[in-house]
């Protein structure tokens, strides 16, 4: 049986630990970390994920601030709110909810966001930080997939890691992350052959792929760590229902450790989201450092 990394539980305890910071920071500096989240256009799941992360934030004792426009609003118009943004002192993180409507240049409005705003870790400023081992605001959901590696091994250092999917989002930066960490890394994808012969070398396996239960138990390594980014929904039996990437009961048996989905990375990406906020908020204000040791020892 697979230890099952519990997504939620850890979540909690990282959003306790960002609480707690935030108190000190409005106890000793006065600042309170500010979140401003914009939203362009009606789409369901976006504006699921927008209530979330400012829910979330509320309850960290951060500031929400939400900018909700309709799906025609003109780039000359969002780039002037980003501007706005960018040079108020009391706003720390600036997020972008994507995919934007076709008719905006996701690229452009994301290099429009100040770097040291940018709690996506989407700019290329950042992008290029993380590549280069510099100290970067780093994307949200490989942040949290390191969280739950840490929790299963002190020390990443050696292991052999597959990360399965290139995105700008989660692939690149989660084999970067695994790099640091001192792992061999391999990214496979839509034209690698034969994956499953790689993932059966591999220690750890990360799938962000998108694909419901693409990876199979003869996928892997027996004792490995099977992390599962995918989010796929799914209708059996007349309900919706979330998949990952990994076919859980196939693989649950042979690997060492495992996320489920739901209640595995998901909840952890909102945990980092304000993980950076408190983070850009402190690197702004004060000389105050974050307390990186609790993180990681989490
Ligand atoms: P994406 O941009 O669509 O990228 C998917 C990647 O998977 C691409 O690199 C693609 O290869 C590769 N791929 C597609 N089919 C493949 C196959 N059959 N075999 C091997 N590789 C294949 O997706 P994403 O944004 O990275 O997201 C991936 C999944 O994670 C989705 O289910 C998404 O909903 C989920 N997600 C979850 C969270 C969370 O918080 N848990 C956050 C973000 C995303 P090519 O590059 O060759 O096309």
New binding site residues.
């Given amino acids: 049986m697979a230890q099952i990394i519990d997504g939620k539980l850890l979540s909690i305890q990282v959003l306790e630990q960002v609480a707690h910071e935030v108190d000190i920071l409005k106890a000793e500096c006065g600042i309170v970390p500010a979140l401003a989240v914009i939203l362009v256009g009606d789409d369901p799941a976006s504006q699921v994920y927008v209530r979330n992360k400012a829910k979330r934030a509320t309850e960290v004792g951060m500031l929400s601030l939400e900018y909700r426009f309709d799906a025609d609003i003109a780039q000359v118009k969002l780039n002037r709110l980003i501007r706005e943004l960018n040079s108020d002192p009391t706003v720390h993180g600036i997020l972008v909810q994507l995919p934007l409507p076709d008719h905006l240049n996701e690229d452009e409005i994301i290099s429009a966001i100040a770097p040291s705003k940018d709690v996506d870790g989407f700019h290329p400023q950042n992008v290029g930080a993380l590549a280069s081992g510099q100290p970067a605001l780093v994307p ?2 490989p942040q ?1 997939c390191m969280i739950m590696l840490r929790k299963v091994y002190a020390d990443l250092s050696g292991k052999s890691a597959v990360v ?8 690149k930066p989660m084999a970067a992350l695994l790099l640091q960490a001192n792992c061999t890394v391999t990214i ?5 052959a034969n ?1 499953e012969d790689f993932c059966r070398q591999a220690d750890i396996v990360v ?5 419901v239960g ?1 990876v199979k138990s003869s996928w892997i390594k027996p004792g490995a760590t099977v992390i599962d ?4 929904e799914i209708h059996e039996e007349g309900r919706r229902k979330l998949r ?2 990994v076919d859980f009961q196939d693989v649950e048996p042979i690997a060492g450790a495992i996320t489920p ?1 739901p209640g ?3 909840p ?3 945990a980092c989201l304000l993980l950076n906020t408190l983070k850009a908020a402190k690197k702004k204000n004060t000389s105050l450092k974050l307390d990186d040791m609790a993180f990681e020892a989490m």
């Fill in positions: 949200c959901t949290g399965i999917g290139r995105s700008n989002i989660v692939g496979v994808h839509s034209h690698t994956i799938a962000a792929v998108g694909r693409l980014v995918g989010i796929n990952g990437d989905v595995g990375v998901g952890m990406t909102i």
